[in-house]
């Protein structure tokens, strides 16, 4: 009796059980599948956004699907980006994202509401929404989008002399969304890099200490971060070292012989600037290279009593006494060269001074006359 009621007993806990279990499986609802927080893509890649859900039989109103975006400042408010709603896809309304965004599946009621986005852009690291609606059941799954910046093509170099024996560094530099890592390598049938590099991975500097012939050859650089990764690559020759007493010697020549060309040049100006101006302080002499033509002595000093009177007939008998001499001598030499035919002329013939003041004369300086008859 025992053993038939303890049976009895766990029969009825048995379906009081599954009794709960199926009242529990039927309230249950809608529900979103499980997702990443965050996702990351490359900037110009596509991303998928998930958002996967499943229905229950209680789930009787229409379905609605919506996605929508956020800043990083929780106090700002959602955008739309777009939606799903009386089995119609509405499009964004978003200018950046116009062309860009679309629904994963041609049909979301089916259960999957998740969104694509494709030639990503920095502007579009966000905070995303995918909110499932069925009354009475609605649910909403959240996820941050980082769009990282691929690294650039890196630039490659060497700095330092490469010749044996000297410390030289090969550097590399990207530019991208960090943390950025390098990666030196050496290209052709030796792999290994120089026992005396240093590598830093992440200032992108190969450092090689004591450098020999045999580090030559190709090298290159991988610089990665989370998304993708680029490289470059440079050649390293290392030579003997060259005559540098040799370089001193000729760049101390070819100074010294800009030097003089400058100090050749500049007395140069110094002397025609001194020529200019001696020149210009220098008084303009006129000299007589030829002598003047005779004149003629008919023409000089050849003249008649008349014209004499004519000339004296001016002078005042105070201002004669100086130069009654000399008047004297004049009218007795001019009276002297007469030629012989003139009969109306006495060649004895002398004005006194006395007369010539009587004729109201007025003494006149005339210039003395060598005998070529230049005038002194």
Not at 164 to 178: A, H, N
Not at 269 to 295: C, G, H, M, N
């Amino acid at each position: 009796m025992d053993t038939v009621a303890a049976m009895d007993t766990r029969r009825r806990a048995l379906a009081t059980l599954i009794l709960l279990s199926v009242l529990a499986g039927s309230s249950r609802g809608l529900e979103i599948l499980p997702t990443a927080d965050r996702v990351e893509a490359g900037d110009g890649d596509s991303v998928m956004l998930p958002c996967q859900f499943k229905l229950a039989s209680t789930d009787i109103g229409p379905l609605d699907i919506e996605w929508s975006r956020t800043s990083n400042d929780p106090a700002d408010s959602p955008s739309i980006v777009i939606d799903y709603s009386g089995d119609r896809i509405y499009e964004t309304q978003l200018e950046d994202m116009k062309g860009r965004v679309h629904f994963s599946s041609s049909d979301p009621k089916m259960g999957d509401a998740s969104l694509n986005i494709t030639r990503l852009k920095p502007s579009d690291s966000r905070r995303y929404h995918c909110k499932v609606k069925k009354s009475p059941g609605s649910k909403t799954v959240s996820m941050t989008l980082d769009v990282l910046v691929k690294p650039s093509k890196p630039i490659c170099s060497v700095e330092g002399d490469q010749e044996v024996g000297k410390d030289l560094t090969l550097k590399c530099l990207s530019e991208g969304t960090l943390p950025i890592l390098y990666t030196w390598t050496r290209e052709g049938s030796s792999t290994l890099l120089p026992a005396t590099a240093v590598s830093d991975r992440v200032l992108g500097t190969l450092n090689v200490k004591n450098a020999s012939a045999s580090y030559s050859g190709d090298y290159k650089c991988e610089a990665r971060n989370k998304i993708a990764s680029s490289q470059c690559y440079v050649k390293l020759l290392v030579t003997a070292p060259s005559n540098n007493a040799g370089k001193v010697a000729g760049i101390v020549i070819a100074v010294l012989l800009i030097l003089i060309l400058l100090a050749v040049g500049m007395w140069f100006l110094f002397w025609r600037k001194k020529k200019k101006t001696y020149e210009k302080e220098q008084p303009y002499e006129i000299r007589e290279d030829v002598p003047a033509p005779k004149s003629r002595v008919s023409t000089a000093r050849s003249y008649t009593v008349d014209s004499q009177r004519s000339s004296l007939g001016s002078m005042s008998p105070s201002n004669m006494e100086p130069y009654k001499t000399h008047y004297d001598r004049l009218a007795t030499d001019d009276l002297e060269r007469l030629p012989n035919h003139s009969p109306n002329i006495n060649p004895s013939f002398k004005v006194a001074a006395p007369s010539l003041n009587r004729m109201g004369a007025v003494p006149v300086m005339i210039p003395a006359q060598h005998r070529d008859g230049s005038i002194v």
